[in-house]
């Protein structure tokens, strides 16, 4: 790669490579046995006062390896976890990597229906699950090929009196916890203590071989499962290292990252719990980010290094009363992902922490890192940045022809991370593959709009779905949050289409607010200064919350379903 084919390539940070190798490590395995040796002694999560170094990590994930391998699960067999940030979760994740199989994350916000077309669809064997949700896995364990289920409580590994503590209140004091009735289930940690008397054996396991089942695309359709392979997630942890190491930590210490993200989503997946591996850092976990209380006490306990999340998470601990008392002194990297990071949001936080947010862009199917904005200040609002080392991102035409700078159409991506298809869906595979007719390389079709400028900065104009058609114009939502959200007394905004018998579509927009005086006038006032007439919502409706995924995503299709 050379900066006169990638004009992109001159803005890397110092000390980034244009390309990695994604076959520095045969698989996950070595890379994990690298950094359990290497970081032995060093912090490696925290979880509700609780902390775990890697070579406490080593010695529980080898133990649940050996009991797995001893109730006869194969290389390759599917192993479901559905669990929120808690620190049973690391040790289950490296536990069935180092035994060989092939991890399914599962939302633990899924209902009975979504959990059974998941395990159905993965052929799950196994799963390790919070008692919180086990109710749902008798609904429907029956019709899957779930033969050992590995339950266990949140407060599991908090150590006494905490965990008889927490045990106790969200089973009895906050109800969280509906009775099941799954008689063959072991409790986690006793799998763990009784592998601890067995043999591990290190499994034969290639790079190429599939590491995670990774489903996506829930909202829009039955939810299909991206196959990652070590050599993908490889990739995106080399290239992250990197990326991140441009910019270390004030005293040269080790990174403090924040996991608010949950780590079943494959943004936090690989680049909390795998990309600090690599580099000896401790992940700050956060069980429920909704609760911004305990958040900012989690906070006020660690001088963190590098935040992870998105909008809606610093617009929320932005507007918290206590947010003020956070010592932020030692953030160096600010990381937004997932949902267009809006102006007035990255504007406050880079006030409040002197640290300008750099936002990227990725999806489940590559890994999921695309592209970042440099993490060493120099990064451009409203921008996704430029690709990662040894990644090219190109745009296409509707008729599939390469577009230049400054058009608009799909972005596609080529590199080392993007997925080898759906897990048995041949035909969704092939609507999302692009082949080059003028060398045959096969593109991935994100199905997101946007454009690349002069310097091979990218932007998102919007997602090809959510885009509103207004007496043949476009226009793009994101662009209509991103006014609304400065409106004074606004909160949260999102926005959508709406059919209308004179133009087609009409822009719709839910408002929360933060000033209980607004009203749709004051709203309707500030978008006309602000946007052209067509731009402008027809219809403002307020809303006490918008409906989001578990990682903070709002969800405009819920919203359009709400309106048919």
């Known amino acids: 790669m050379t900066v006169e084919t990638f004009p992109w390539l001159k803005h890397y940070p110092k000390g980034v490579p244009y390309e990695i190798n994604p076959d ?5 395995l070595e890379l994990i046995d690298e950094g359990f040796t290497n970081f032995a002694d060093d912090k490696a999560f925290a979880c509700m006062g609780k902390e775990i170094t890697y070579g406490q990590l080593d010695k529980l994930s080898r133990d649940f390896a050996a009991y797995l391998q001893s109730i006869g699960l194969q290389k390759g067999d599917r192993f479901a976890i559905q669990s929120p940030n808690i620190l049973q979760y690391p040790v289950a994740m490296y536990g069935a990597l180092r035994a060989g199989l092939t991890i399914v994350n599962t939302n633990p916000l899924y209902t009975p229906r979504e959990m059974e077309h998941q395990f159905k669809d993965s052929g799950a064997k196994a799963i390790m699950i919070v008692a919180n949700f086990a109710s749902n896995l008798e609904k429907v364990i029956e019709g899957t090929q779930i033969k050992h289920v590995f339950v266990t ?7 006494f009196p905490k965990k008889q503590i927490v045990n106790y209140v969200v089973k009895n004091v906050k109800k969280m916890v509906p009775p099941f009735n799954l008689p063959n289930a072991t409790p986690f940690m006793d799998a763990v203590n009784k592998g601890a008397k067995l043999n591990w054996t290190k499994p034969a396991v290639k790079n190429t071989d599939l590491a995670f089942i990774q489903y996506t695309g829930g909202t829009t359709g039955v939810s299909k499962g991206a196959m ?48 600090a591996l690599k580099g000896g850092s401790m992940n700050l976990l956060i069980t429920n980010p909704r ?45 937004a992902g997932g949902m267009a990071m809006q102006k007035v949001v990255t504007e406050r936080w880079q006030k409040l922490t002197g640290n300008l947010a750099a936002e990227g862009y990725g999806l489940s199917e590559t890994s999921p ?27 296409l035409s509707e008729d599939n022809q390469w577009l230049g700078v400054g058009e608009v159409g799909e972005i596609c991506a080529f590199g080392p991370q993007v997925m080898s ?49 207004v007496s043949g114009f476009n226009v793009y939502p994101n662009e209509i949050e991103d006014v609304v959200a400065k409106c004074e007394g606004v909160l949260e905004v999102a926005c959508i289409g709406v059919p209308d018998e004179k133009s087609g579509e009409a822009v719709k927009i839910f408002v929360v607010k933060k000033d209980p005086n607004l009203t749709q006038e004051a709203v309707m006032a500030y978008c006309r200064e602000n946007l052209t007439a067509y731009k402008c919502p027809k219809h403002v409706e307020f809303r006490t919350e918008l409906p989001k995924t578990n990682v903070g995503k709002i969800l405009r299709r819920a919203l359009k379903e709400e309106t048919k």
Do not use: C
């Open 24 to 28: 520095n490590y045969s698989s996950l």
């Open 153 to 159: 409580q949140l407060g599991d590994m908090l150590g």
């Open 228 to 275: 990652l392979s070590h050599r993908n997630i490889i990739s995106n942890v080399e290239a992250n290292y990197y990326w991140m190491g441009a910019r270390p930590s004030k005293d040269n210490g080790k990174h403090v990252i924040v996991a608010a993200l949950p780590l079943y989503h494959v943004y936090a997946l690989t680049v909390n719990a795998l990309s």
């Open 291 to 335: 609760d911004l209380d305990a958040f900012i006490k989690d906070l006020k306990k660690y001088k963190v290094t590098i935040f992870t999340g998105l909008n809606t998470l610093y617009n929320g601990l932005l507007n918290h009363p206590k947010i003020n008392e956070v010592d932020f002194s030692q953030l160096v990297i600010t990381s």
């Open 369 to 395: 890192v695309l592209s970042s904005n440099p993490v060493d200040g120099t990064a451009r609002i409203g921008y996704i940045g430029v690709p990662f080392p040894s990644t090219e991102l190109r745009i």
């Open 421 to 469: 298809g759906y897990y048995n869906r041949p035909d969704e595979t092939d609507k999302v593959m692009f082949a080059d007719p003028t060398d045959g390389r096969k593109w991935f079709k994100t199905g997101d709009i946007g454009v690349m400028d002069t310097d091979g900065f990218f932007k998102i104009v919007d997602r090809k779905k959510d885009m509103v058609l």
